[in-house]
């Protein structure tokens, strides 16, 4: 049996589905799921994220961090937190960028919220000499002042998707035609969740939710707005979608998501709007969202690149201003890529995220 198998039946017997019910078994189904499966990261797998494109990356985060703890008074006891650690590559990073900053790390407990076993599994490889605490879900989040970096975890959410259809809108569902997954759409209705996308959208346009999101945000902001801390949440996206975003990436190209359920990467992007009103309803202060290549140059990843080019020449001298290059410029992720900081009220913004 396959997961499209399993789909196929599944839908047979109770209809069809929405795309976010698609994209969770096909990412998490416990036998066949994509990231219960694999390590789908880096040159080998189907995409590079951006730690895995140089250490400068989690280094820059680690400074912001730890630049943020020291302006909020050093607090004794606090989570570092990464959702969605993958490899554990940012956060090994972060830790050793950090180890000069006096008391950061021993006042640091790691916490990683992680899904799939096998990326558990080779998280505690990277990582098992600082000790992390795993974490099923963000409400077991310890009550204190909390750190965090979440990097392309958001874009791995689930996300409905609806098509305008004059004054309401129909769910785009998946169902199957002939032997094969297909799209289609259903019934005509009123969603209360769309209600202020009917202003800034016309007959036909396609827009995405992604419910999912919401209560993680509430959990996150909460805690910074009650024990003090910050969030940095970096991902593909903008403040939000018109349109279809679903993707699949498989050895790094653009595949039909429905083609082959369980063996591609599926993401969409993040619309950071409802993140946003989701972290002030929670009494939480946020940035202004920032394109990566800005966030990255204020935090001075050009004066760690020279330094890191010193000793270098060749080849490797030429991998580096190539990393430089794809992290920062606006042809490559500098733009695609944004920055939402979440900080405390009272408190100043994270560096590289002021106004
Ligand atoms: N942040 C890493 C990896 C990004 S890939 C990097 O930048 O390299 C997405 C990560 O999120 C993977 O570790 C995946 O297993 C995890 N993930 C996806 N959906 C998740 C969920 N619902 N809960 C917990 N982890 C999830």
């Known amino acids: 049996m396959s997961l499209k198998d399993h789909l ?37 797998g189907d995409f590079v994220t951006a730690p895995e494109i140089s250490q400068m990356f989690g280094e820059l985060i680690g400074l912001c961090l730890a630049q943020t ?23 090994v990073d972060i830790l050793r960028a950090t180890r000069t900053v006096p008391g950061f ?25 600082y000790d992390p605490k795993w974490i099923d879900s963000v409400s077991d989040l310890p009550d204190a002042p909390l750190f965090l970096v979440a990097n392309e975890f958001f874009d791995a959410l689930p996300i409905r998707q609806f098509l305008r259809d004059g004054d309401g809108w129909r769910e785009r569902l998946i169902g199957v035609e002939g032997e094969s997954l297909a799209f289609g759409l259903g019934p005509h209705g009123p969603q209360v969740a769309l209600s202020d996308r009917l202003q800034d959208t016309k007959d036909g346009d396609l827009v995405e939710l992604c419910a999912a999101a919401i209560p993680i945000l509430t959990v996150v902001a909460g805690r910074i707005a009650t024990h003090g801390g910050a969030a940095l949440i970096v991902d593909y996206g903008d403040w939000h979608s018109l349109g279809d975003t679903f993707q699949a990436l498989q050895s790094h190209d653009r595949v039909d998501p429905l083609a082959a359920p369980g063996q591609s990467d599926l993401t969409a992007q993040v619309d950071f709007e409802p993140l946003a009103l989701a972290a002030r309803a929670a009494g939480c202060a946020h940035t202004r969202l920032t394109p990566q290549g800005v966030f990255l140059e204020r935090l001075g990843i ?22 430089h290059r794809r992290l920062t410029h606006p042809d490559e992720m500098g733009n695609l890529f944004k920055t939402l900081g979440l900080y405390p009220s009272y408190a100043a913004p994270p560096p590289g995220l002021e106004p």
Not at 302 to 323: I, K, M, N, W, Y
């Open 8 to 44: 196929l039946a599944q839908i047979a017997l109770n209809g069809p589905l929405s795309v976010a019910e698609y994209m969770t078994e096909c990412l998490m189904h416990p036998e066949f799921g994509y990231y219960s499966t694999r390590d789908p990261l880096g040159a080998q």
């Open 69 to 91: 703890w020291m302006d909020q008074g050093k607090p004794e006891q606090f989570a570092l937190a990464e959702f969605g650690p993958g490899r554990g590559t940012l956060m």
């Open 105 to 129: 790390l021993a006042a640091a407990q790691i916490v990683l919220l992680e899904a799939s076993p096998t990326l558990r599994r080779t998280q505690s490889q990277t990582l098992g000499e």
């Open 302 to 323: 050009t004066a760690r690149a020279q330094a890191l080019a010193a000793p270098l020449g060749g080849s490797e001298l030429e991998s580096l201003v190539a990393a």
